[in-house]
């Protein structure tokens, strides 16, 4: 079935015409990209991965700055991986007065602290990794 050969590995020539622009940090030699499910390449784009982050999210943004993925989707929902996505903690995207509860659309980070992220309600950033945000 499709989803057992994207579980193993989607060749490049499938992938062209479904796939949406993928997108390699700086000096890295992975490739991401999501379309609702997150998928990873260690060889150039010939073969990819699922990269498994949470069972209820839907994902919608991504950016990632070397071994540092950000993804973000649906009601605020933002994840973090320190490892080239091995492994993901979720991260509250809150200010002392407010929570973020609306679509992440847009993540940009630029190193593993400076990230600021589109949202339907208003951009968001953070200067130490997600541990404090305001509004942008």
Request: no cysteine; proline share 3%; aromatic share 8%.
């Amino acid at each position: 079935s499709s989803n057992r050969m994207l579980e193993f590995g989607l060749h490049a020539r499938a992938a062209r015409s479904k796939a949406p622009p993928t997108l390699r940090p700086d000096g890295e030699k992975s490739l991401w990209t999501l379309d609702g499910t997150l998928r990873k390449s260690n060889d150039g784009g010939r073969t990819w991965s699922v990269v498994h982050v949470d069972d209820q999210a839907r994902l919608y943004a991504l950016s990632a700055a070397g071994s540092d993925v950000w993804v973000g989707g649906a009601d605020g929902a933002l994840f973090h991986s320190l490892d080239g996505g091995l492994n993901w903690k979720p991260i509250v995207v809150a200010t002392t007065e407010a929570r973020l509860l609306t679509a992440i659309t847009g993540i940009a980070a630029r190193d593993e602290n400076w990230v600021r992220l589109k949202t339907q309600s208003g951009d968001w950033l953070t200067v130490d990794g997600g541990l404090h945000w305001r509004r942008y």
